[in-house]
């Protein structure tokens, strides 16, 4: 079958031919029908400090993974041929395109426990989106963000991940600020339902931001958050474009603020995506491609091309 490779960084991705897998016990083979393209794989084929989270390579990439469950293992009783599901990155199985081969693939392997049910009214690219983009701006905003209706909320970053979480925390109904360099976007924050938009969280430092969730984390604008967040406020750094970042300890002890590391979620957290998806209440953009177009989807990620998040429909037959 056909898998899109990781050999190392710096290095193009590889098309090659690898053999079906076979569901052992407790394990599941599903047909993929959606895999999402992310920022962390452009992290992964940029920077060596990746490197450490793959222990082995060649390793299929694509972690954000929808499809339908085509054969079971010995003990599997809870999952039947056919049924629709997602692929949560973070259980003790490890994440896909990580740790085991993940979705940019025609089939994927996957222990029964990473499994989440996806409603028949969500459409497979949208599970794909939800399994890691969901899951993890959920996760930011409602739990380490502690969101209640009231908060002012600032989000940095409105690709893949900010629109998502701007829309959970309006749901959740806090008054949600902005920041986002890409004006070409910024049409989007009328329908997500957010308060304002500026090019820089420093432009809503006059609302006293009680959270900042930041999305992007390109070096600069951790220190930007500490700088804007009120008196005691937190800011939740999930966003990992650069894997360094310098920041002012005069504002982070000055102000008491706190500084929370936010990584990825749980099953409930994608569970809770999907049921807002069901509802219409989420709707996030996004852009369908083709399973050849995997790789050019990735340098349009890098250069920053991309509105929403990118979906690769790697299999049309479901």
């Known amino acids: 079958m056909r898998a899109w490779q990781f050999t190392n960084t710096h ?44 222990p082995r390579r060649p390793v299929t990439m694509g972690h954000e993974v929808a499809g339908v469950v085509v054969e079971v293992g010995e003990g599997v009783t809870d999952w039947p041929v056919g049924a629709r599901v997602g692929v949560c990155p973070m ?35 949208l599970g794909a989106a939800g399994t890691d983009a969901g899951m993890t701006s959920h996760h930011a905003v409602m739990t380490k963000g502690r969101v209640v209706a009231g908060t002012k909320l600032g989000i940095i970053g409105l690709g893949g991940l900010g629109q998502i979480g701007a829309r959970v925390g309006v749901l959740a109904g806090a008054e949600v600020y902005v920041a986002e360099l890409n004006e070409e976007v910024w049409d989007l924050a009328d329908e997500l339902g957010v308060t304002g938009i500026a090019r820089s969280i420093r432009d809503h430092a006059d609302q006293q931001l009680d959270v900042i969730v930041d999305f992007a984390g390109f070096g600069t604008t951790t220190a930007e958050a500490i700088e804007t967040v009120r008196f005691g406020g937190r800011v939740v750094q999930v966003g990992m474009g650069k894997l360094e970042a310098t920041i002012s300890t005069r504002d982070l002890i000055m102000k008491e603020c706190e500084l929370v590391g936010s990584r990825g979620g ?53």
Request: glycine share 12%; charged share 25%.
């Open 91 to 125: 259980t003790r199985a490890g994440a896909p395109g990580y740790g085991y081969d993940g979705g940019f693939a025609d089939k994927i392997l996957v222990d029964q426990i990473t499994l989440v049910p996806m409603p028949d009214n969500v459409p497979f690219a």
């Open 11 to 54: 290095e193009p991705l590889v098309l090659a031919d690898v053999p079906e897998p076979v569901a052992g016990p407790g394990q599941v083979v599903l047909d993929v029908v959606s895999a999402g393209l992310c920022h962390s794989d452009v992290g992964v084929l940029e920077d060596e400090g990746w490197l450490p989270f793959l």
């Open 266 to 318: 749980t099953k409930d957290d994608v569970a809770g995506v999907y049921e807002l998806f069901a509802g219409g209440q989420l709707a996030p953009r996004y852009t369908e491609i083709g399973f050849d177009d995997i790789p050019d989807g990735l340098d349009r990620l890098a250069r920053g091309l991309v509105k929403g998040r990118l979906v690769a429909r790697i299999n049309d037959a479901h």
